[in-house]
């Protein structure tokens, strides 16, 4: 089956610190990768997608970054981390027009 | 971008009351899921639903993609239900990508 594991779970980390967060998945090959942010309140907006190795699209003009140096590997990165990066972050996998699943999360807050 | 919209935005509900969720998109959709973000966060798949009706235990999903909406229906509602429904949608053409709605709050009481 299908699982995606994604750390670390939590992070404090001050502004203008890196940032790398990492997301694997198991069960599949040459999946669509996602990442998305859940920042407070509800809303989940889509941030990185990847349709195949080095191969990364951006939603949104923002801080962060986004590779993909294996298949079944996802990293979100920063240079230096603004207040406003505080989140939920959520790794998916998915195909077009199939199920999508989503990873544990790790919630960052940044000080 | 396509528009989702849930509603209502909050519901509180006995223990045993039944209920519906309600998703209405504005544009054609290869996919559509409903989740259940649980306390800690993880989202739980429910249904995979573009179109027709599921089952699922207590719980069931009508997609009627031609007039673009989904209704989620809580049977028989328990305290592990609380939580946030998501329902989230694929635009044809779109890569797989999701375009989420605001999530209903739902708090079921004893």
């Known amino acids: 089956s299908q699982t995606i594991h994604q750390w670390p779970a939590t992070l404090v980390q001050p502004v203008g610190s890196p940032l790398s967060l990492e997301c694997t998945v198991e069960?599949?090959?040459?999946?669509?990768l996602y990442w998305y942010r859940q920042a407070a309140g509800r809303g989940l907006q889509l941030l990185f997608y990847?349709?195949?190795?080095?191969?990364i699209s951006s939603e949104v003009p923002q801080n962060l970054s986004a590779s993909r140096p294996q298949d079944r590997q996802f990293i979100l990165s920063s240079k230096k981390l603004l207040l406003s990066d505080s989140g939920f972050y959520l790794c998916?996998?998915?195909?077009?027009?199939?199920?999508?699943?989503f990873g544990p999360g790790t919630r960052l807050t940044v000080t | 971008g396509i528009q989702v919209e849930q509603s209502p935005p909050d519901l509180i509900l006995q223990e045993g009351a039944n209920s519906t969720l309600r998703c209405n998109f504005s544009d054609s959709v290869n996919n559509l899921q409903w989740f259940h973000q649980n306390p800690w966060g993880q989202l739980i798949n429910l249904f995979y639903i573009p179109s027709g009706t599921k089952q699922n235990g207590r719980l069931s999903a009508t997609t009627v993609a031609t007039e673009r909406y989904s209704l989620l229906y809580i049977s028989s509602s328990q305290t592990t239900d609380s939580g946030v429904y998501f329902c989230a949608v694929e635009r044809v053409d779109s890569w797989g990508k999701l375009q989420f709605g605001a999530g209903t709050q739902v708090v079921v009481t004893p």
């Open positions: 998916a996998m998915g195909r077009v027009a199939y199920e999508q699943y």
């Open positions: 069960g599949t090959s040459n999946p669509n």
């Open positions: 990847s349709v195949g190795i080095g191969q």
